[in-house]
C-alpha cells in the first residue's frame, strides 16, 4: 500500500519449511553441585520419532551455576551419545574379564540374593551387652547425588531400615 | 561439540552479579543502530525495498529522538502510585499522553517526505502533515491499545515510529532504576505494551538469558528461558526454525495458548537488532501462520491486516 510489494516474499515463502525442536530442562548427573542444564533436541514425540539431543547448554537462569559448566558438563552432549555408554546391566563373573548382558530381573534378584544371604549371616541384632541395636555391618551402600529430594528420602528409608551404616551418597556413581 | 561455546582462560570467568539484571533501556542510538541494520539485511532480500523505507524512518526516529524538546517528568505522587499497585510506570493507556509526542511525529514526517521514496509512501507521509490533531490521536489510541489493525496500513508505520520516539524518551528520562518487576511477566514494565521479540543474549553475565524486547519503548526485561511469554506455561513449549537455517532465529511456540515469539538467539549471530531481524524474518512468521499459531506481540511495522497482499 506504501508503495512496496511482497511478492517476492511469498515466493519465496514456499521454499521454506518449519524444523521443529524442544528446550528441556534437566540437571547435571555429574557431580553433588546439580547443575541446571537446558538440552537441545530434534524431533516431534507425538510422532514416535526418537528424540535426538543436539546440544546442551548450562542454564543461564538456574541459581546454582547460573549459565556455565565444567569441562565435564560441557562435554555433556558426546556422553549421551557416547558409543560405550552403560544402557542396560551387564555382569562380569568373579575371575572373569568378559561382560556378559543379563535382563533387570535377572539383576535385581542377584543383587538381592546376595543381600539377604550376608545379612541372614551377619546381622547383629543384639551387642554384648545385650542392648538391642539391629545392625548390618558388613554391607555398604553408595547412592548417586544428583537425584531429587524424594530418591533420596526413599534411600535412606529402605537403606537404614535394613541396618545398613555405611552409606553415603557420592558424586561421581 | 558446542560449537558457539567459547573456553574461558582462567581468570577471565566473569562472576555473575548476586541478581540477574531485569531491565535495560533502549540506548541513545537505538535508531541508528536499527538503521544500520535494516540496510545491511536489505539487499537481495524479498522485503528489502520495505526494509529500505525502514532504514529510513529508523534515521528519522533518530533525528527526533535527537532533537526532542524536554518534557517535563511525571509527576512524583502518581508514579508512587503506580509503584504500589504494579503498574507499569509508564502505561501506553493509563497515561495521559503529552502532545509532545506530535512534535516527534512531525520531525518525522518533514524528513520522509523530503525522502527517496516510493510515491505512495512520499504521498501519505505528505498528507499526515495536515491531519488533525484529533484524527492523529485516534491513531495513536489504536495502535497504544494492543492493535495495530485499528490504523489504517499506509499511517501505521509513521504513527508508530512517532510513539516509540516518544515513549523512548520517556523511559530514559524517568531512568532504570524506577522500574520494577511486575506480574504477569509478559508485558512491558516501562510501558506496559507487548514484546515484539525476545533476544537470547549471547556474551558476559547475561550470556545465555532472555530477554523480552518492548514493541514501543524496546526498553529489555528479563524473562525465564523455556517458559512461554504470554502465558507462562513451561510445558508444550516448541521451537520452529526455517529448515535448513543456522537457528539464529526461532518462534518459541505454546501449545497452552496457542501463540508464538520469535527468539534472536545472539549466539549465532550478533547483529541481530529486535526490530529489523523480526521483520526480515517474516517468512517464519508466515510458515507460522499457516501451522495455526498466532504472534502473541506485534511489530508495530507490520501491519497485521494486509500480511498476504502487501507489506
Not at chain 2, 518534557?71 to 497515561?95: K, N, V
Not at chain 2, 507521509?125 to 495502535?143: F, H, K, Q
Request: hydrophobic share 40%; glycine share 8%.
Amino acid at each position: 500500500m506504501l508503495g512496496f510489494s511482497s511478492v517476492d516474499a511469498l515466493a519465496e515463502v514456499r521454499e521454506f519449511k518449519l524444523a521443529r525442536s524442544s528446550e528441556t530442562r534437566n540437571t547435571c548427573p555429574y557431580c553433588s553441585v546439580s547443575c541446571g542444564l537446558i538440552m537441545h533436541s530434534l524431533g516431534d514425540r507425538a510422532k514416535n520419532a526418537e528424540p535426538a539431543i543436539f546440544h546442551i547448554e548450562g542454564d543461564p537462569d538456574h541459581p546454582v551455576n547460573r549459565g556455565t559448566l565444567c569441562p565435564k558438563g560441557a562435554g555433556l552432549v558426546d556422553f549421551i551419545h557416547s558409543e560405550s555408554r552403560l544402557k542396560y546391566p551387564e555382569y562380569r563373573a568373579p575371575g572373569s574379564n568378559e561382560w556378559k548382558r543379563i535382563s533387570w530381573d535377572e539383576a535385581f534378584t542377584r543383587v538381592a540374593r546376595l543381600m539377604k544371604d550376608d545379612r541372614d549371616k551377619n546381622f547383629v541384632a543384639k551387642n554384648t551387652a545385650g542392648v538391642t541395636v539391629n545392625r548390618w555391618l558388613t554391607t555398604g551402600f553408595l547412592a548417586a547425588s544428583a537425584s531429587s529430594n524424594e530418591s533420596g528420602y526413599i534411600t535412606q528409608k529402605a537403606i537404614r531400615s535394613l541396618g545398613i551404616l555405611a552409606f553415603d551418597n557420592q558424586a561421581r556413581v | 561439540m558446542n560449537t558457539e561455546d567459547r573456553i574461558l582462560e582462567p581468570g577471565r570467568i566473569e562472576a555473575p552479579f548476586g541478581e540477574i539484571r531485569f531491565l535495560s533501556l533502549a540506548g541513545r542510538d537505538l535508531f541508528t543502530r536499527r538503521a544500520d541494520r535494516f540496510r545491511f539485511l536489505s539487499p537481495g532480500h524479498p522485503l528489502g525495498k520495505y526494509l529500505d523505507f525502514l532504514a529510513l524512518l529508523a534515521d528519522a526516529q533518530q533525528e527526533a529522538q535527537d532533537r526532542f524538546p524536554s518534557l517535563p517528568p511525571p509527576d512524583a505522587r502518581e508514579l508512587a502510585l503506580c509503584r504500589e499497585h504494579g503498574m507499569p510506570l509508564l502505561d501506553t493507556r493509563s497515561r495521559l499522553r503529552n502532545p509532545a509526542w506530535r512534535t516527534a511525529l512531525t520531525l518525522i514526517l518533514r524528513r520522509m517526505s523530503e525522502a527517496d521514496l516510493p510515491k505512495a509512501a512520499r504521498k501519505t507521509a505528505a498528507g499526515l502533515m495536515s491531519v488533525d490533531e484529533n484524527r492523529l490521536e485516534e491513531m495513536a489510541d489504536g495502535i497504544l491499545s494492543g492493535d495495530p489493525a485499528a490504523t489504517p496500513p499506509k499511517e501505521l508505520p509513521f504513527i508508530a515510529a512517532a510513539l516509540q520516539v516518544y515513549w523512548v524518551r520517556m523511559a530514559s528520562m524517568v531512568g532504570e532504576d524506577a522500574f520494577a518487576k511486575l506480574e504477569p511477566a509478559g508485558v512491558c514494565p516501562v510501558c506496559g505494551s507487548f514484546p515484539a521479540t525476545g533476544i537470547v543474549h549471547a556474551n558476559g553475565t547475561e550470556k545465555g538469558l532472555r530477554y523480552l524486547c518492548c514493541s514501543l519503548c524496546a526498553s529489555r526485561w528479563h524473562m525465564v528461558r523455556v517458559k512461554c511469554s504470554n502465558c507462562e506455561a513451561t510445558q508444550g513449549i516448541s521451537y520452529y526454525s526455517l529448515e535448513g537455517s543456522n537457528g539464529a532465529v526461532k518462534a518459541e511456540s505454546c501449545d497452552d495458548c496457542n501463540t508464538y515469539l520469535k527468539l534472536l538467539y545472539l549466539g549465532k549471530d550478533d547483529a541481530m537488532e529486535a526490530m529489523a531481524d523480526d521483520l526480515a524474518t517474516l517468512s517464519l512468521d508466515m510458515l507460522m501462520d499457516k501451522a495455526g499459531k498466532a504472534r502473541s506481540g506485534p511489530n508495530l511495522f507490520f501491519h497485521p491486516g494486509c500480511e498476504a497482499k502487501q507489506a
